[in-house]
């Protein structure tokens, strides 16, 4: 009534005029790079390559854990792990790059160049137009006709909204590019050459010290939210490569008895602690191919938000099998969040593989 005395009414195109006023302090921050989920309602950053967002549901929510099963020779695990890192670069976010056997600065050095040219884009997602256009033409016959006026609903706003960008590997990113990029190394040689051997809470010394590292950036420079006066707010990616290794000091790769067998499950509480209270997203790597004692595996998958393996098809059956000739390995979803939701989107998570061309790396049905 009260729209109706002030001369509002329904709009010629059939929307309702009415907007629902939301509280400032209920709102998403603006963050290059991120984008509100419609499913949701967290903040999403993209993984650096968009078919794995598309699996993992639109991209990786700000504050989750994404753990990576590294492949037998970590060839396409640390592809993964250099893409989200790229993304970063790209997108102004802040790094932390932790590792025990490649100096981070080596690893920033060997990143994919980012493909910028809209011309690129088009080619990729002609397939998805097309497959798209022939939806709607097919819908549109289904629709009654007093209904084909009324505004469109989309169907499934992730593909709509997509974030995140393509990028080159046979090119490395460009020293420009890096040198615009601020991030912080936690390289495990240096801080034990550095720090005494310090062990607390039954936790490896490496651990330990990654743990207050991550801590300090993210007091010290505000991404726990404790300088709200601050405009312009970023997103702290954290990168860390083949944890649980033995470079890391643990032992879960050697034996199925190891001397600290919660040492890396303390580790995974502690962090995703740090995560949620933050903006901030991390990948970790994992050789899980490796690790004797599967029960401490399914402790890692637990404390984990997000959890994708990779089976490479080197040295294996299916390396010659016909039927997997035009890919590199598969790809296992073990894991998807939910988030603010009982049930999660699993759609699209059966049958996967990879592809690594001469320029891309996607990930396609194998069906």
Known sequence: ??????????????????????????????IAGTRPSVRHGQL??????????????????????LLIEEDKYSIYSNLLFKYFLAEGIVCGHNLFVASAKEDPADILKELPAPLFDDAHKNQVNE????????QESQESMKIAWRYQNLPRIEV???ASARIGHYYDVSKMVSPELLQSTKWHRFFVPEEMSLHPEIKTCNM???????????????????????????????????????LGSVLWGDDICCTDNPEDIYSLTKFLY??????????????????????????????????SDTVVGL???????????????????LIHVHKIPRL????????????????????????????
């Open 1 to 30: 009534m009260a729209a109706l005395a002030t001369g509002g009414g329904m709009p010629s195109d059939g929307a309702t005029s009415f907007q629902r006023k939301v509280p400032a302090s209920s709102r998403l921050a603006t």
């Open 44 to 65: 999403l950053l993209s993984s650096g390559l968009p078919s794995l967002d598309c699996v993992l549901g639109g991209g990786l929510a700000v504050g989750t854990l």
């Open 127 to 134: 397939k998805e137009t097309a497959i798209k256009s022939k």
């Open 156 to 158: 499934s706003p992730a």
């Open 204 to 242: 490896t010394c490496g651990y330990t010290r990654l743990l207050q590292s991550i801590q300090r950036i993210i007091y010290q420079e505000g991404f726990d939210g404790s300088y709200p006066q601050k405009k312009q707010k970023n997103i702290l990616r954290i990168g860390i490569q083949s």
């Open 270 to 303: 502690v962090l995703r602690g740090l995560l949620r209270m933050s903006l901030s997203a991390c990948i970790i790597t994992v050789p899980a191919h490796l690790i004797q004692n599967k029960a401490i595996m399914e402790r890692v998958t637990n404390l």
């Open 311 to 329: 089976e490479s098809f080197i040295g294996s059956e299916r390396e010659t099998n016909p039927l997997y000739k035009d890919y590199q390995g």
């Open 340 to 367: 603010n939701s009982l049930i999660c989107d699993v759609s699209g998570t059966k049958d996967l593989a990879f592809r690594l061309k001469r320029k891309l790396f996607t990930i396609e049905s194998a069906s």
